[in-house]
């Protein structure tokens, strides 16, 4: 998302430094505040997404906006109405996808995952985050399982943020170019390898579920016409 802002995507209020990301996660605190106050109103959490009477293998999540939700999305939508380009950052977006598109009908989604592992790894190793290894992983799963079903209901570029470091900046570069983005100056970038804290090899043990989702996920991000 640092990346997307170099080229000229305004954030509106974001986090520009946090205790596991010194450059910040930019995500936008009043998207996150909203998505949090959404999963309130459903008894559920960023780490508990997932309706108790839908933990089937065919889980369905549809997550009920009340009224005063909906006015919150657009009063965001018109503080930052002046921005020639407005974008927002929150894992929490996969979950409320339908709301989004209802609300913002010109929205585009541009989508970034990585290894189940370095996922888990980094979640389960935050003090302020009472996470498993093995709850990370199911966590990977759930969101990125959502990912891939929005994606073949309306397609859009996906980036591993697994490839290497010179791959992952031309995509970048292609995705700013798409989206109608300033260059940004090499000396410029936002990102940077010491941003991966945490690493796994691409094929690193995964299997059942977590090996299907991820292989599709690579498969499509190298077939994306960035």
């Given at each position: 998302?640092?990346?997307?802002?170099?080229?000229?995507v305004e954030?509106?209020?974001?986090?520009?430094?946090?205790?596991?990301?010194?450059?910040?996660?930019?995500?936008?605190?009043?998207?996150?505040?909203?998505?949090?106050?959404?999963?309130?109103?459903?008894?559920?959490?960023?780490?508990?997404?997932?309706?108790?009477?839908?933990?089937?293998?065919?889980?369905?999540?549809?997550?009920?906006?009340?009224?005063?939700?909906?006015?919150?999305?657009?009063?965001?939508?018109?503080?930052?109405?002046?921005?020639?380009?407005?974008?927002?950052?929150?894992?929490?977006?996969?979950?409320?996808?339908?709301?989004?598109?209802?609300?913002?009908?010109?929205?585009?989604?541009?989508?970034?995952?990585?290894?189940?592992?370095?996922?888990?790894?980094?979640?389960?190793?935050?003090?302020?985050?009472?996470?498993?290894?093995?709850?990370?992983?199911?966590?990977?799963?759930?969101?990125?399982?959502?990912?891939?079903?929005?994606?073949?209901?309306?397609?859009?570029?996906?980036?591993?943020?697994?490839?290497?470091?010179?791959?992952?900046?031309?995509?970048?570069?292609?995705?700013?170019?798409?989206?109608?983005?300033?260059?940004?100056?090499?000396?410029?970038?936002?990102?940077?390898?010491?941003?991966?804290?945490?690493?796994?090899?691409?094929?690193?043990?995964?299997?059942?579920h977590l090996?299907?989702?991820?292989?599709?996920?690579?498969?499509?991000?190298?077939?994306?016409?960035?």
């Amino acid at each position: 998302m640092g990346t997307l802002q170099k080229g000229g995507v305004e954030l509106g209020r974001h986090r520009t430094c946090s205790p596991y990301n010194w450059r910040g996660n930019r995500e936008d605190l009043d998207v996150v505040m909203l998505h949090e106050d959404v999963l309130k109103a459903n008894a559920l959490t960023w780490d508990n997404p997932i309706p108790t009477k839908n933990q089937g293998p065919e889980r369905v999540l549809e997550l009920a906006w009340a009224d005063s939700h909906y006015e919150g999305a657009r009063n965001i939508l018109c503080s930052n109405h002046r921005a020639a380009i407005w974008g927002f950052k929150d894992p929490r977006t996969l979950l409320m996808v339908r709301q989004w598109r209802e609300i913002f009908r010109s929205i585009e989604f541009v989508g970034i995952f990585r290894h189940p592992f370095s996922v888990a790894k980094s979640l389960c190793e935050r003090p302020s985050f009472p996470i498993t290894f093995e709850q990370g992983l199911e966590l990977w799963l759930t969101y990125n399982r959502i990912l891939l079903e929005e994606h073949r209901r309306n397609p859009f570029p996906i980036v591993s943020f697994d490839w290497n470091d010179g791959k992952l900046v031309h995509a970048f570069d292609d995705l700013s170019q798409q989206l109608g983005l300033n260059p940004v100056d090499r000396a410029e970038l936002f990102f940077e390898p010491s941003l991966r804290r945490f690493n796994a090899e691409r094929d690193q043990s995964l299997s059942g579920h977590l090996a299907a989702t991820y292989s599709e996920l690579a498969l499509i991000s190298e077939d994306c016409k960035l």
